[in-house]
């Protein structure tokens, strides 16, 4: 069974939410609310929902998600039964009416091909629930390798967002969340880890619509300097422990990017500067090498 989890503290979108699940056709699934000790309390709204979905709400007393919001998702997590799938689900996002169906409609080939990650097409709305003009739906293809996906979006031609993701528990409980400041690319690095980077599964007959707003983390612009410091985090992971998982032009551009980070977060250090030079030897890429070692030897002598 399916349980989607929604780590509450924003009421001024999560009607919608709400009624997203409600009319879901396929009703197989359970939702798991984890109120971060919001200034506003929802529960007269669940009320108007009982009986249209099974659903368990908890309310925590120290909001956790201001410190970690990883910290937040698991929590939440961890109020679920013995469910074997997991969706978090933003408390601002919509599903589609046949999101769940569809899961389940594709499960026997989701176990079949043992992917671990399954996605949904994606939308994106506005603050009034309107598809945003300069994005269109965005589909995948239905089986593709996690380091693939992840490079497309690198490179600005793909997307993703942590509601249009189900994941198994099993692997979650294998790898957990990494906790980078804002949970700024935790979930690029978990459908890294989740799939070992192997295969994603997509449906792309279901669309989730994600919301961009300025009420959102995603939206805000005061937080750059923590979204550049969870970016450089992860870069650091994806160089020393998944950069063999890409193919040699996706390595080029990755190790170059590491080394702009470092220079422009001045985290140029000998062990790092070392292990991208031997990378880039390793495949054969001198140019790159060349480029690389210039950048840090300016920005080293411009201290």
Same mark, same amino acid.
């Given at each position: 069974?399916?349980?989607?989890?929604?780590?509450?503290?924003?009421?001024?979108y999560?009607?919608?939410?709400?009624?997203?699940?409600?009319? &879901?056709?396929?009703?197989?699934?359970?939702v798991?609310?984890? /109120?971060?000790?919001s200034?506003?309390?929802?529960?007269?709204?669940?009320?108007?929902?009982?009986?249209e979905?099974?659903?368990?709400?908890?309310?925590?007393?120290?909001?956790?998600?201001?410190?970690?919001?990883?910290? &937040?998702w @698991?929590?939440?997590?961890?109020?679920?039964? *013995?469910?074997?799938?997991? +969706?978090?689900?933003?408390?601002?996002?919509?599903?589609d009416?046949?999101c769940?169906?569809?899961?389940?409609? /594709?499960l026997?080939d989701?176990?079949?091909?043992?992917?671990?990650?399954?996605?949904?097409? =994606?939308?994106?709305?506005?603050?009034?629930?309107?598809?945003?003009?300069?994005y269109?739906?965005?589909?995948h293809?239905?089986? +593709?390798?996690?380091?693939?996906?992840?490079?497309?979006?690198?490179?600005?031609? =793909?997307r993703s967002?942590?509601?249009?993701?189900?994941?198994?528990?099993? =692997?979650? $409980? *294998?790898?957990?969340?990494?906790?980078?400041?804002?949970?700024?690319?935790?979930?690029?690095k978990?459908?890294?880890?989740?799939?070992?980077?192997? *295969?994603?599964?997509?449906i792309?007959?279901?669309?989730?619509?994600?919301?961009?707003?300025?009420?959102?983390?995603?939206?805000?612009?005061? *937080?750059?300097?923590?979204?550049?410091?969870?970016?450089?985090?992860?870069?650091?992971?994806l160089?020393?422990?998944k950069?063999?998982?890409?193919?040699?032009? $996706?390595?080029?551009?990755?190790?170059? @990017?590491?080394?702009?980070?470092?220079?422009e977060?001045?985290?140029?250090?000998? /062990? /790092?500067?070392?292990?991208?030079v031997? $990378?880039?030897?390793?495949?054969?890429?001198?140019?790159?090498?060349?480029?690389?070692?210039?950048?840090?030897?300016?920005?080293?002598?411009n201290?």
């Amino acid at each position: 069974m399916l349980a989607i989890v929604i780590p509450y503290y924003n009421f001024k979108y999560f009607e919608e939410t709400l009624d997203s699940l409600a009319n &879901q056709t396929d009703k197989r699934f359970k939702v798991y609310i984890g /109120n971060d000790a919001s200034l506003t309390n929802p529960l007269d709204l669940l009320n108007k929902y009982r009986g249209e979905f099974d659903f368990e709400y908890k309310i925590f007393e120290d909001n956790l998600g201001g410190v970690s919001l990883v910290k &937040q998702w @698991e929590r939440c997590i961890n109020l679920i039964g *013995n469910e074997a799938w997991i +969706q978090i689900l933003g408390d601002d996002d919509v599903l589609d009416v046949n999101c769940v169906s569809c899961f389940y409609k /594709n499960l026997e080939d989701i176990n079949s091909n043992v992917c671990k990650v399954v996605r949904f097409g =994606s939308r994106y709305i506005d603050s009034k629930g309107k598809a945003l003009a300069s994005y269109k739906d965005y589909f995948h293809p239905k089986k +593709q390798k996690s380091t693939d996906s992840y490079f497309l979006h690198f490179l600005g031609k =793909s997307r993703s967002s942590l509601s249009e993701h189900i994941f198994s528990k099993e =692997s979650y $409980q *294998n790898y957990k969340f990494h906790d980078f400041p804002l949970a700024w690319h935790s979930d690029d690095k978990a459908w890294l880890d989740f799939t070992s980077c192997g *295969n994603l599964y997509t449906i792309n007959e279901a669309i989730v619509e994600v919301r961009l707003s300025k009420d959102n983390i995603s939206g805000k612009r005061d *937080n750059l300097s923590l979204k550049k410091e969870a970016r450089y985090l992860f870069f650091n992971d994806l160089v020393f422990c998944k950069i063999l998982h890409f193919k040699k032009y $996706q390595k080029i551009e990755l190790l170059l @990017e590491y080394g702009i980070l470092m220079k422009e977060l001045r985290r140029i250090n000998f /062990n /790092n500067v070392l292990h991208v030079v031997f $990378q880039l030897i390793k495949i054969g890429a001198m140019y790159s090498l060349f480029k690389f070692v210039r950048r840090m030897y300016i920005a080293t002598i411009n201290k």
